[in-house]
């Protein structure tokens, strides 16, 4: 299954999002809640290797999103976990604001789960194939030894010359 073992974080203050929310997604995974920006980013650190995405409010009192955001870019999380806002404010600044601090998606609440659910599903499964991919092409670079590679090389050097001699010949 898509995100066995992965966790969703839900960060929002109203309760109800939360169950929504939470309930959409509690097949495939694990749901963590927050109810405010402080405890979210909590959460978040805790469980940032088995995240499969983040949902964030904006509009929150304390620690409001775009707090949670900028800690978040300062950490880098959200390089490796898509971040989903959800706020009922889709103001220009707003969606400008958030896009330019690395979210992927902006969703508007009043929720559409059958939206959401696919979108968010698409997304994580790109995440994942990405992590996933650069895990390989890591593992690749590491086990290449210089010097072999340097060998390789000037075989298929060597052949692509012989090729390019038979088919002078051939001419």
């Known amino acids: 299954m898509a995100g066995a073992g992965k966790k969703i974080i839900i960060i929002d203050d109203v309760e109800l999002n939360r169950t929504i929310l939470g309930e959409a997604f509690?097949?495939?995974?694990?749901?963590?809640?927050?109810?405010?920006g402080e405890e979210g980013l909590e959460k978040i650190m805790a469980n940032k290797d088995d995240l499969a995405a983040i949902?964030?409010?904006?509009?929150m009192p304390e620690m409001d999103g775009f707090s949670v955001l900028a800690e978040l870019e300062r950490n880098q999380i959200m390089r490796a976990v898509p971040l989903?806002?959800?706020t009922t404010e889709t103001t220009d600044y707003v969606v400008e604001h958030a896009y330019d601090y690395g979210v992927i998606d902006v969703i508007q609440k009043p929720f559409n789960l059958l939206i959401i659910e696919r979108r968010?599903?698409?997304?994580?499964?790109?995440f994942e194939n990405r992590t996933r991919l650069e895990k390989m092409f890591a593992q690749?670079?590491?086990?290449?030894?210089?010097?072999?590679?340097?060998?390789e090389i000037?075989?298929?050097?060597n052949a692509i010359e012989q090729i390019s001699?038979?088919?002078e010949k051939v001419k």
Not at 141 to 151: F, G, P, R, T
């Open 26 to 36: 509690s097949k495939k995974y694990e749901v963590i809640e927050a109810s405010d």
């Open 55 to 59: 949902f964030l409010d904006i509009i």
């Open 84 to 86: 989903f806002i959800i």
């Open 154 to 157: 000037k075989k298929y050097r």
């Open 120 to 126: 968010v599903a698409n997304i994580i499964e790109l």
């Open 165 to 167: 001699g038979i088919i």
């Open 140 to 151: 690749k670079n590491n086990s290449i030894d210089s010097s072999k590679a340097q060998e």
